[in-house]
């Protein structure tokens, strides 16, 4: 009997608020299947700045889309023509809040995902809702991504920039009211912890470009920060 093929998946985080810890994202979700023994390949396509490709520990190449400080859509077909050339399980796609509209418009106008699906890659769009003052920006995206795309979305939600609203306004009653459950793929809700202890690990971490396991091995990284980390990676790890 013929073994049937297996199916990849593309994670495309989009969303077009910038400084909302959409490269973050992209690295903990390839840290996460990582552990789960998958195969998992990434592509930074952020045109200002390259933070997914930074973290040596994983393994992400870099599609340049700026041409003469324009973005050049021509760009876009390197990056599908790699997604379709690569065999891995999981793909991670992190692109900036610059080339946020050119990407859909390419995504929407050369009918990506169903190039993409007929060729065996499922994709997911993976996005971010943002608590404080960018939250209603955040969740215009969410709603943009959702109205303008026919494809699953993946949210995290992240306080790190403020509270989320309550009540009526409380996001994730919102999405899962408003939004078809075959169109989301989940509601990743990233722990919450000490600004001034947890935070500021996670900070050091991110600004040094090392994985959970490298920070924590570090033989420069303290005892309490690196149980702290530990103790983060493990809760953000059991909500994805």
């Known amino acids: 009997m013929t073994k049937p093929k297996k199916i990849k998946k593309v994670y495309f985080t989009l969303q077009g608020k910038g400084g909302i810890s959409k490269s973050t994202v992209s690295v903990w979700l390839h840290q996460y299947l990582l552990s789960k023994g998958s195969t998992v390949k990434g592509f930074d396509t952020d045109p200002t700045n390259s933070t997914f490709n930074a973290f040596k520990g994983l393994d992400v190449d870099v599609i340049p889309l700026m041409q003469k400080n324009q973005i050049n859509q021509r760009g876009f077909d390197a990056l599908i023509e790699a997604l379709l050339a690569t065999d891995v399980d999981y793909m991670i796609v992190d692109n900036g809040a610059t080339s946020f509209n050119p990407m859909l418009a390419y995504i929407n106008e050369n009918a990506i995902f169903e190039l993409l699906k007929s060729n065996g890659i499922e994709s997911i769009v993976n996005t971010?809702?943002?608590?404080?003052?960018?939250?209603?920006?955040?969740?215009?995206?969410?709603k943009y991504l959702y109205d303008t795309t026919d494809t699953?979305?993946?949210?995290?939600?992240n306080h790190y920039f403020g509270n989320m609203p309550q009540g009526e306004m409380?996001?994730?009653?919102?999405?899962?009211?408003?939004f078809s459950p075959d169109r989301l793929a989940g509601i990743i809700d990233i722990p919450y912890k000490n600004s001034d202890t947890f935070g500021k690990d996670i900070q050091e971490m991110q600004s040094l470009r090392l994985t959970f396991d490298e920070y924590i091995d570090n033989s420069s990284t303290g005892i309490l920060p690196a149980?702290?980390?530990k103790m983060f990676k493990?809760?953000?790890?059991?909500e994805i």
């Open 152 to 157: 699953k979305l993946l949210v995290w939600m």
């Open 128 to 142: 971010i809702c943002s608590g404080g003052s960018e939250h209603i920006e955040t969740m215009k995206g969410i």
């Open 227 to 229: 149980h702290r980390i």
């Open 234 to 238: 493990n809760e953000l790890f059991s």
């Open 170 to 178: 409380e996001p994730v009653g919102i999405l899962q009211e408003n």
